[in-house]
T-cell receptor
Framework: DMKVTQMPRYLIKRMGENVLLECGQD?????MYWYRQDPGLGLQLIYISYDVDSNSEGDIPKGYRVSRKKREHFSLILDSAKTNQTSVYFCASSLGGGERLFFGHGTKLSVL | GDSVTQKQGQVTLSEDDFLFINCTYS??????LLWYVQYLGQGPQLLLKVTTANNKGISRGFEATYDKGTTSFHLQKASVQESDSAVYFCALVATNAYKVIFGKGTHLHVLP
C-alpha cells in the first residue's frame, strides 16, 4: 500500500518549545519533501532530501532543520518554535524527481 | 528563477457549470506542468501532468493544456459536480527536476 504517514496529526506547542514532526513512507522513494501550507500562500517548500543524509534547503528553511537517517523516514525539527510557525505541514515523497509527489495528510501545528 | 502564478483564489460554480482555472509560469527550461487537487482534510494529490511533448493531459474528466507562447497553462472541466469541490494547485517542476513550485491554489466550491 503506497502511503506517506505523518505523525502527529495535530500538535499544540508553546512558543520556545522544541517541535518534532515525523514522516514515513513505505515506497522506498529516494526523495522526500517538507512543505508548509498557509491560507493565501499555497505550499511553500522548506527542505528537500535526495536520500539519506543528503538534504537541501528549500525556499523557506529559516527556523527549521531536518534529519534523514533512513530512506523511509524524514523528520522536521523546530528548535524553539515561534508563533509564526503555526501552520499545516505536509511531507511528500517521490521516486526520483518531482514529476509525481505523494503527500501525507499533514500535521496541523499551533504555536501559542 | 522558476515561478508559477495562480491568481484565482476562489471560484464558486453550480453543478454542470464549466470550470476554467489559469496559471502562468516562468522557467528557463522545457517545463513539466502539473495540477494537484486537495480535498478537505487531505494532502494534495496529482491530478494531471502536462509536458511539452503532449501539450495536454486528461484525467477524471479534467483537461489541462499549456500555451508556450503565453507561458500559461490551464485546467478545465466541462461539467463540474459537487464532489469536485476542493483546492486546485498548479505546479511547475523546477529546472533541477526535483524542486516542485506550487501556485497559491484555487478553492473551488460547487453548489448543488
Amino acid at each position: 500500500d503506497m502511503k506517506v504517514t505523518q505523525m502527529p496529526r495535530y500538535l499544540i506547542k508553546r512558543m520556545g518549545e522544541n517541535v518534532l514532526l515525523e514522516c514515513g513512507q513505505d515506497m522506498s522513494h529516494e526523495t522526500m519533501y517538507w512543505y508548509r501550507q498557509d491560507p493565501g500562500l499555497g505550499l511553500q517548500l522548506i527542505y528537500i532530501s535526495y536520500d539519506v543524509d543528503s538534504n537541501s534547503e528549500g525556499d523557506i528553511p529559516k527556523g527549521y532543520r531536518v534529519s534523514r537517517k533512513k530512506r523511509e523516514h524524514f523528520s522536521l525539527i523546530l528548535d524553539s518554535a515561534k508563533t509564526n510557525q503555526t501552520s499545516v505541514y505536509f511531507c511528500a515523497s517521490s521516486l526520483g524527481g518531482g514529476e509525481r509527489l505523494f503527500f501525507g495528510h499533514g500535521t496541523k501545528l499551533s504555536v501559542l | 528563477g522558476d515561478s508559477v502564478t495562480q491568481k484565482q483564489g476562489q471560484v464558486t460554480l453550480s453543478e454542470d457549470d464549466f470550470l476554467f482555472i489559469n496559471c502562468t509560469y516562468s522557467t528557463t527550461t522545457y517545463p513539466t506542468l502539473l495540477w494537484y487537487v486537495q480535498y478537505l482534510g487531505q494532502g494534495p494529490q496529482l491530478l494531471l501532468k502536462v509536458t511539452t511533448a503532449n501539450n495536454k493531459g486528461i484525467s477524471r474528466g479534467f483537461e489541462a493544456t499549456y500555451d508556450k507562447g503565453t507561458t500559461s497553462f490551464h485546467l478545465q472541466k466541462a461539467s463540474v459536480q459537487e464532489s469536485d469541490s476542493a483546492v486546485y494547485f498548479c505546479a511547475l517542476v523546477a529546472t533541477n527536476a526535483y524542486k516542485v513550485i506550487f501556485g497559491k491554489g484555487t478553492h473551488l466550491h460547487v453548489l448543488p
